[in-house]
């Protein structure tokens, strides 16, 4: 098992299923320490760097949560127009000056690679909150964890993923979680102009992930986990593809007649039209639960990484 001290985080497959119980096992302990109101202010002292690139609700806020619950300060920002970019600074020199003022840093930017490029530069840890279509390795952590705390873990697990699987970091990312376990079964569901792009199916067969393209009507019964996700019309490089596909899918109450009592539907947030709300009183609704697990994720992971 590797050290979590330290450490960059890019990709989940960075990450081996000891190192993600490590993790969960310490969320936990969070958990219980925030429900209890009892948390240990361990990173007093140190400076958290929140650099978001792009647009984010739970991600960044999330973050800064997790990081001011343990004591740590946060600075940062939340569009280019807000820093120097809008003045023409590169990437690069915003991370080197982040690196100078903080222990760790935060990223989220719009072009896939970025966190490794960051990383590369930076002597701190940096930290992937989502590069482009690419990866979202912490949204991996928090699904997952949701998924341990509703079945117990993942093996064995009938599991469909539904939406945009094409330009969806948070759905690519939980896909090549999922290949670090032994789901029973993993069901591909979008429509043919959104299927997972060539490299990430050529990970799932590599890894030997039990994946197979679905529609939910035929697999709904079978479920125990459903990942919805919308659809990324801003990475979209066509306008009118995406009107193509826009409303294409969407779960209802009726969708879900058959689903095993058991079923969790999952979303990484934010919806658009892909949940019809009335399926938010039912009790397969466990996207808001799965966001709240944000803190306490993202709490053991800048403990782990600070070394706290
Ligand atoms: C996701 C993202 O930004 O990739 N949001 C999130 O972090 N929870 C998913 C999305 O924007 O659809």
Do not use: C
């Amino acid at each position: 098992m590797a050290e979590w001290r330290g450490r960059d985080v890019i990709s989940i497959l960075d990450f081996t299923r000891d190192d993600l119980e490590t993790l969960f096992e310490e969320a936990d302990r969070m958990k219980r320490a925030l429900r209890e109101g009892r948390v240990r202010r361990v990173l007093e002292g140190k400076i958290v760097a929140l650099a978001f690139f792009e647009p984010s609700t739970r991600t960044r806020l999330s973050f800064e949560t997790a990081a001011k619950r343990l004591g740590a300060e946060t600075i940062g920002f939340t569009s280019e127009e807000a820093i120097s970019v809008a003045k023409g600074e590169n990437l690069a020199d915003t991370i080197r000056m982040l690196d100078g003022y903080a222990d760790a840093i935060v990223l989220r930017h719009r072009f896939e690679g970025a966190a490794l490029f960051a990383a590369e530069i930076a002597e701190h840890p940096v930290i992937n909150g989502g590069d482009g279509r690419q990866h979202h390795p912490t949204q991996a952590m928090l699904d997952l964890y949701t998924i341990r705390e509703a079945h117990g873990g993942v093996d064995g697990l009938t599991i469909g993923v539904l939406g945009d699987l094409r330009y969806g970091r948070a759905a690519t990312s939980f896909i090549l979680a999922l290949t670090l376990y032994k789901p029973r079964r993993v069901y591909l569901i979008s429509p043919p102009a959104l299927e997972p792009r060539r490299e990430v199916l050529m990970d799932v067969e590599e890894r030997g992930l039990p994946a197979a393209k679905a529609s939910l009507e035929d697999v709904i019964e079978e479920l125990d986990v459903l990942y919805v996700t919308r659809i990324q019309k801003e990475r979209f490089p066509d306008p009118e593809e995406y009107e193509r596909v826009r409303g294409a899918y969407r779960v209802t109450p009726s969708t879900l007649r058959g689903a095993k009592r058991s079923l969790i539907i999952l979303h990484p947030l934010p919806r658009v039209d892909e949940i019809d709300p009335r399926v938010d009183s039912t009790p397969h609704a466990w996207y808001f639960r799965q966001a709240r697990n944000g803190v306490p994720i993202r709490m053991a992971l800048l403990s782990l990484v600070l070394g706290a």
